[in-house]
């Protein structure tokens, strides 16, 4: 099996996927979905880096960010999810011990990979927040894009806080 690389070497803003361990739907509860988002608020401070998008999803989270400096995606993302990871059990294990029955004490909150795409240029990136802010509504879990609380389409449609700093890189 060959090691699969992260290239990080260049100031491009990062679209990041990442899922829930077998595409289960523990991103469900309001509550885990405030750690997914508090936890990125956190991690952003810790390496100044700056949101450009998010959407949590029941079972997936999208992200745009990008850096000041050069390799700093993997350590940012290891970060973000092994604290989520670890509150997000402490979540089911205290307040819904009947669902974290289901999943196993040993299994995993997140699939162990991330799928980041760089985004080159302005197009590439309004295609992407696009596509993020969209997916709720493909989904079928809201009917407009700004009505999902967890996504940052609420900043770009009504100016709105969506409790993560957003902001556009100064590049």
């Not at 469900?28 to 949590?56: E, Q």
């Not at 999803?57 to 350590?75: E, G, K, Y």
């Not at 290891?78 to 011990?97: E, G, H, I």
């Amino acid at each position: 099996m060959t090691e699969r690389r992260i290239y990080d070497d260049e100031l491009y803003a990062h679209f990041v996927t990442f899922s829930c361990y077998k595409r289960r739907k523990l991103l469900g509860p309001n509550l885990a979905k405030r750690i997914v988002t508090s936890t990125l608020g956190t991690r952003l401070t810790k390496h100044n880096a700056k949101c450009i998008g998010f959407v949590v999803m029941p079972d997936h989270v999208h992200v745009m960010i990008w850096f000041d400096q050069p390799n700093q995606l993997s350590l940012f993302m290891n970060k973000w999810k092994d604290q989520s990871s670890a509150q997000v059990k402490r979540l089911f294990q205290r307040t819904l011990p009947s669902n974290w029955s289901k999943v196993g004490n040993d299994d995993a909150v997140w699939q162990a990979r991330y799928y980041p795409f760089h985004v080159y240029s302005e197009q590439k990136l309004q295609e992407k927040l696009d596509y993020m802010h969209m997916n709720p509504v493909t989904r079928g879990l809201v009917e407009k894009t700004c009505d999902r609380p967890w996504s940052s389409a609420r900043f770009y449609l009504e100016g709105k806080s969506v409790g993560v700093p957003i902001s556009m890189p100064d590049i």
